[in-house]
């Protein structure tokens, strides 16, 4: 069977205000804020929007995530790796054995559909 869902507006959802699991904060005072808007009926994928305060954070991850940034600045070193750049309007991955730090340089919000393993 196919379904389609349309997610709902932030507005008037509470947030989960709590930093990530694997997130460690490395600068600054950034404060996190995550709509979960829709998981799938198996639980193999989550989706909603994520916001974030400047500052930086060291993140693992555990799953693959795709990201359209709708506002704000990132700047994305892999643990040993070449600086990722990524600005409103651009989309992009996260392969679920990334490690790195997020150096938030201006107020974040996007859109993620996590995949959960």
Not at 36 to 44: P, R
Not at 82 to 109: L, M
């Amino acid at each position: 069977m196919q379904s389609i869902t349309k997610l709902p507006s932030t507005d008037g959802l509470e947030p989960a205000t709590g930093d990530l699991d694997g997130w460690i904060v490395t600068a600054g005072t950034p404060s996190m804020k995550t709509w979960v808007l829709h998981t799938a009926s198996d639980g193999s994928m989550v989706s909603g929007i994520w916001e974030c305060t400047v500052g930086s954070y060291h993140a693992t991850y555990t799953a693959y995530e795709y990201v359209v940034l709708i506002a704000g600045r990132i700047v994305i070193p892999p643990d040993g790796g070449t600086p990722v750049t990524v600005k409103a309007g651009d989309a992009f991955v996260v392969e679920k054995d990334f490690k790195g730090t997020w150096k938030i340089e201006e107020n974040v919000r996007k859109h993620f559909d996590f995949v959960v393993n």
